[in-house]
């Protein structure tokens, strides 16, 4: 089992800045590819980034590329999501997620592929 406290959400205005921040606990964190999501009212869930077990391996989002900074530190067990020129349509919940995985270069973005989920952290970003 992995357990994920995820942090760091709250309001800001468009063109405003937030780091998110997941704490892992339970298993060997370096064993685990690592993705933040985030589903609006009404919408699904969608990726936004990932990253492989020990970096520096990413991907993102169309919609977030350029913006959005994921990174990780396994020393600390923690993997961050810095969030800069946020924008109205940003504003949802946001979630960590593990995937154990063998590859050390896999960075998945499919729901599927995903084992363990932290409790999510409010991010709203007004116009």
Same mark, same amino acid.
């Not at 998110?20 to 919408?43: D, E, H, I, V």
């Not at 990413?58 to 590329?65: E, F, N, Q, W």
């Not at 020393?75 to 154990?100: F, G, I, R």
């Given at each position: ?7 760091? @959400?709250?309001?800001?205005? *468009?063109? =405003?800045?937030? $780091?998110? !921040?997941? #704490? /892992?606990?339970? &298993? ?6 690592? @993705?933040?999501?985030?589903? *609006?009212? =009404?919408?699904? $869930?969608? !990726?936004? #980034? /990932?990253?492989? &077990? ?20 396994? #020393? ?52």
């Amino acid at each position: 089992q992995v357990q994920l406290v995820d942090s760091g @959400g709250g309001l800001v205005p *468009a063109g =405003g800045s937030l $780091r998110l !921040s997941c #704490a /892992a606990s339970g &298993r060997t964190f370096s064993n685990y590819a690592m @993705g933040w999501f985030r589903q *609006a009212p =009404g919408k699904e $869930r969608e !990726s936004v #980034a /990932a990253i492989s &077990r020990s970096g520096p391996w990413t991907k993102y989002a169309d919609s977030v590329k350029g913006r959005f900074t994921i990174s990780r530190d396994n #020393a600390k067990n923690t993997v961050y999501l810095q969030m800069n020129s946020l924008k109205p349509e940003d504003t949802a919940v946001y979630h960590c997620t593990a995937a154990l995985t063998s590859s050390t270069v896999a960075t998945p973005l499919l729901l599927r592929e995903y084992n363990y989920w932290g409790q999510g952290t409010q991010v709203t970003v007004s116009s």
